[in-house]
């Protein structure tokens, strides 16, 4: 359930609830209010979970790209081991192997600026979403207020 409709249930149990003889208070169910926070609490770690599985998808991928990335120049390296063995074009090996090697570094450096490119963007999606979360109680406690104002 979204925190918003949390929060309205909320302020519904409130404004449903009994007046009292004396003062500006009123009687709630205290289960019904401590359901509704207890639902409150249980939505806000679904946002921090899915943002630990973002980070852990990306790092997943970040280290399957570096695992890709070792390959290559594992790679390379065999290639330039076989070309060596024949030495009529030994220094084309050579400029072979070090033109595939400075790529799978390149690719490789890529790859982390991309990872650690979309790992930026997920973060400040999630964080955003709990900044909109934060701004959401804050604005649900001062109407709070307000109604407890009027009460009074």
Do not use: C, F, W
Not at 93 to 111: G, P, T
Not at 132 to 142: D, F, P, R, V
């Amino acid at each position: 359930m979204d925190i918003e409709d949390l929060l309205l249930q909320l302020e519904q149990e409130i404004r449903d609830g009994r007046k009292v003889l004396i003062g500006n208070g009123v009687i709630v169910n205290p289960d019904t209010i401590y359901s509704i926070i207890e639902n409150i609490r249980n939505s806000i770690p679904d946002i921090i979970r899915e943002a630990r599985y973002i980070v852990s998808t990306s790092e997943k991928t970040k280290e399957e790209s570096l695992i890709r990335a070792r390959n290559i120049v594992s790679d390379a390296k065999k290639k330039a081991d076989e070309i060596l063995s024949n030495n009529a074009i030994i220094k084309e090996a050579e400029h072979e192997a070090a033109v595939i090697k400075s790529q799978a570094l390149d690719y490789q450096k890529r790859i982390r600026v991309d990872v650690a490119d979309d790992i930026d963007i997920l973060l400040s999606s999630a964080e955003k979403a709990l900044e909109e979360n934060l701004e959401i109680i804050k604005k649900a406690k001062e109407s709070n207020a307000r109604r407890r104002s009027d009460y009074l």
